[in-house]
């Protein structure tokens, strides 16, 4: 079955659940009925789509009546491309919401930048109004451009990380696999937006409703978890004097330190720190620092609209030189712009 087939098998599934669900909302002993607007974003994943609708789907059915009712929107009701290439329809453009309604952002790795104004202001319209808003892997870099995270402690998909430490300085997102704040929610992927639904689900309708949910969809919870580029980029050694060399690269990618320095405060030498790294990562320690760097720079040129100059400066190049012949080396191809 190709993707297309697999889109079409998808959205079938979830429109003959919305048939059962319509018919309910006419029997009053049904209760209040949470309505979810989930827009759509171009680039935004089927796998994060699906994260968000199953949970709400399986707390239907295994409540034998409608707790939630969703459609999808996009800013001019027209497709958005997905992730996987595949043609997305919607049901309707945005329209006006209540409060009781959630709106939930869904966008991916590419495309997180192109909202709109209309969208923008539409998403302020609900924020006025004390409504549920959130955001699913990247979303929550639209909410971010709106505004209405302005008070509030969020996550994002580390994608977006480089352009909203860039572009946020003073607002940093936390690495956590969802976050809540208020009426907003984030999730930077995943589980994550797994679990961002379970809660939503959980002070909706009560822990058994939600746990029951969770069992269901076969989720394993893991307070642990977050997305820091260490897990994300590769596996977290075990080895606590490298770990902590590591964070110490990962906070110096705009100024970096001799390897000397960045292993000052270890009880370590330096012929040590450089079997260290060629035993767990097969490379030295500066090559590991400097595809640190590089990684941070082919995520800001993907997602943001810096120049080549404040991208290479703002990953410890002294200029763009060195950095286009870095990332050739690396990535073997020249820059993407």
């Known amino acids: ?14 429109q003959r659940a919305d048939v059962r669900m319509v018919t309910a909302l006419t029997n009053p ?49 027209q497709p958005v491309k997905s992730a996987e290439g595949v043609q997305m329809p919607v049901d ?29 202001s539409w998403l302020r319209r609900h924020d006025s109004k004390g409504g549920l808003i959130a ?6 870099y639209t909410l971010l451009r709106a505004g209405i995270l302005r008070d509030h402690e969020f996550t994002v998909h580390y ?13 940093p997102p936390s690495d956590r696999m969802y976050q809540k704040s208020g009426r907003i929610l984030t999730s930077a992927g995943g589980a994550g937006i797994l679990e961002m639904m379970l809660l939503l689900i959980l002070e909706d309708k009560g822990s058994d409703a939600a746990n029951k949910v969770s069992r269901a969809c076969l989720h394993v919870y893991d307070p642990e978890a977050t997305q820091s580029l260490q897990n994300t980029y590769r596996p977290k050694p075990r080895n606590a004097v490298l770990a902590r ?31 260290l790294f060629n035993e767990h990562f097969q490379t030295s320690p500066g090559k590991y620092y400097k595809s640190l760097r590089l990684e941070r720079a082919r995520s800001l040129l993907n997602s ?34």
Not at 92 to 119: L, N, Y
Not at 253 to 262: F, K, Q, R, V
């Open 92 to 120: 309707h453009p945005m329209s006006p919401t209540r409060k009781s309604d959630c709106i939930v952002v869904c966008s991916g790795d590419t495309g997180f930048q192109a909202a709109e104004a209309e969208i923008l």
């Open 304 to 337: 943001t609209n810096m120049t080549v100059l404040e991208i290479a400066v703002a990953t410890g190049f002294s200029g763009t030189t060195s950095f286009r012949k870095a990332y050739r080396d690396k990535y073997s191809g020249p820059l993407p712009r």
């Open 245 to 275: 060399i590591i964070d110490r690269m990962l906070g110096s990618i705009e100024d970096p330190e001799s390897i000397s320095n960045l292993i000052k405060a270890e009880p370590i030498s330096l012929r040590q720190v450089e079997r």
């Open 159 to 171: 994608a977006a990380h480089a352009a909203v430490e860039e572009q946020y300085p003073d607002h």
């Open 135 to 140: 955001a699913a892997s990247t979303g929550a």
């Open 29 to 77: 002993a049904c209760g209040q009925i949470r309505h979810f607007h989930i827009l759509l974003l171009d680039g935004a994943s089927l796998r994060d789509l699906g994260s968000v609708i199953d949970p709400l789907k399986t707390a239907n059915q295994l409540s034998g009546r409608s707790l939630y009712t969703w459609s999808l929107v996009s800013a001019t009701g």
């Open 1 to 14: 079955m190709d993707m297309r087939q697999a889109y079409s098998s998808f959205t079938q599934s979830y």
